[in-house]
């Protein structure tokens, strides 16, 4: 098999499928990775960096949907989920996590080849170098891992002050709206709670900043939202 030929990770737990895949893909030019299990999925699409992922929803440790935001987190790699989920919600749900395609299983081999390809053309068009490692002075975050480091020294954050500082890191160096920021990180419902982000942005301050009272990095913008600062 080519070495440049498109890798392909499979994460998908039901042995049938993944035989059929492995019978089926390479035939067409493709590499296989496979993954049992969302978290051997995970850590296969940071050490391998795969060309495309091929995604099962119902896999035995995390849903198939928190692998989406996990990846979407750091990676814009094709994902294509396959599923036996097959009711119009479960897609729209799955392409609005970010998915980029969804097939219903069962399916023939001919339409998921053309649906790859599909998906191989849009990432290649779209590609840029993507490292999945954020670093700032002191400050550190492991976007694939989900770890943060201040000075060496790893900073526990709770999942929605997490969930804020990513969001802050996907738009370093731009002001976000409290509406955007409210939005992206608690759900529509919540883009007037401007309290919530003063908490959680005090909270990330006194974990993340040397003196919270004069962040360097995470600057309130009076009157419109915040802003990380990536400049000296």
């Known amino acids: 098999m080519n070495a440049l030929a498109p890798l392909i990770l499979i994460v998908e737990d039901e042995p049938q499928i993944r035989r059929f895949l492995r ?11 496979e993954a049992t299990t969302a978290q051997q999925g995970l850590l296969q699409a940071v050490s391998q960096r795969p060309d495309l992922i ?39 749900t799955a392409l609005e996590a970010g998915a980029d395609d969804y097939l219903t299983k069962p399916f023939g081999v001919g339409e998921l080849v ?36 201040v000075a060496e020294v790893e900073c526990h954050l709770t999942p929605l002050e997490y969930k804020l500082l990513i969001t802050l890191i996907r738009h370093a160096g731009k002001v976000l709206t409290h509406r955007h920021l409210l939005k992206e990180v608690w759900g529509a419902a919540y883009v007037d709670e401007n309290h919530y982000l003063r908490v959680y942005m005090g909270q990330l301050r006194h974990k993340l900043e040397a003196d919270p009272t004069r962040p ?11 802003r990380l600062r990536v400049e000296s």
């Open 23 to 33: 019978a089926s893909l390479p035939s067409y030019g493709y590499r296989l990775l």
């Open 216 to 226: 360097r990095y995470l600057i309130t913008e009076p009157g419109v939202g915040y």
């Open 54 to 92: 091929l995604l099962d929803l119902g896999l035995p440790d995390l849903d198939g949907l928190q692998v989406i935001h996990q990846l979407r987190e750091w990676t814009a790699l094709p994902i294509i989920v396959l599923s036996a989920r097959g009711q119009e919600q479960d897609k729209i």
């Open 114 to 149: 053309a649906r790859v390809r599909v998906a191989l053309r849009h990432g290649a068009a779209h590609s840029q170098p993507e490292e999945p490692l954020f670093t700032l002075d002191t400050l550190r975050v492991d976007l694939a891992k989900r770890q943060v480091f």
